[in-house]
């Protein structure tokens, strides 16, 4: 019973375009969300996060959507670059309780071509 | 400032043998969490720890895994009676408050042979 689904296993995006990167969860008590970037013999490294009581959040090049009718949310990536090459992963978490652990999707693989 | 740092970084064992991974989290987090990962999956969150108290168990955690904070400083995750099925990326992470975002460590892959 997947929480949190990340459909596409992977993307190729030419560099300078915008690369979109999908997620859609169905536990509605998730009201926190982020996203993660990992290159290959890493961790996985936090990129943005967007409260339930938002639907946008910017940084940079990075902006997170989210949708809570759709139970979906988006990372936008402008514009491409090739070293944003690696695997995003989406991941949710409630408040309820105090663990606060992490849900994954099981990532995309986001290739930018030069 | 250093990052949460896991050790080893790989471990390969045989089936049966007992195995213990380390993690130090960055030094102000109070909350750890130890999370693990197959080919093609993200993480799966194992356990955590708030300060020295192991405060969540997952059901993946079997009677066969017991991990540990003495202190409250670093934590170690064993696995005894390993198994084939045990092999994967072991991941920990810290992070300070409730809302805190959570930092990962480089993780330590675990064969079994």
């Known amino acids: 019973d997947q929480q949190v689904k990340q459909n596409s296993p992977s993307l190729s995006v030419q560099e300078g375009r915008i690369s979109i990167l999908n997620c859609d969860y169905t536990n509605s008590m998730f009201d926190y969300f982020l996203w993660y970037k990992k290159y290959p013999a890493e961790g996985p490294t936090f990129l943005i996060s967007?409260?339930?009581?938002?639907d946008k959040n910017e940084d940079g090049r990075f902006t997170v959507f989210l949708n809570k009718s759709a139970k979906h949310l988006s990372l936008h990536i402008v514009p491409s670059q090739p070293g944003d090459s690696a695997v995003y992963f989406c991941?949710?978490?409630?408040?309820?309780?105090?663990?606060?652990?992490?849900?994954f999707g099981s990532g995309t693989q986001l290739t930018v071509l030069p | 400032d250093t990052g949460v740092s896991q050790d080893p970084r790989h471990k390969i064992t045989k089936r049966g043998q007992n195995v213990t991974f380390r993690c130090d989290p960055i030094s102000e987090h109070n909350r750890l969490y130890w999370y693990r990962q197959t080919l093609g999956q993200g993480p799966e969150f194992l356990t955590y720890?708030?300060?020295?108290?192991?405060?969540?168990k997952s059901r993946l955690l079997s009677d066969r895994f017991s991990a540990e904070r003495p202190k409250g400083s670093f934590s170690t995750l064993e696995i005894q009676r390993t198994e084939q099925g045990d092999s994967a990326m072991y991941l920990c992470a810290s992070s300070f408050g409730t809302r805190g975002i959570q930092y990962f460590g480089a993780g330590t892959r675990l064969s079994v042979l």
């Open positions: 720890f708030q300060n020295e108290a192991q405060l969540e």
């Open positions: 967007i409260s339930s009581i938002k």
């Open positions: 991941a949710a978490s409630a408040s309820r309780g105090s663990a606060r652990q992490l849900t």
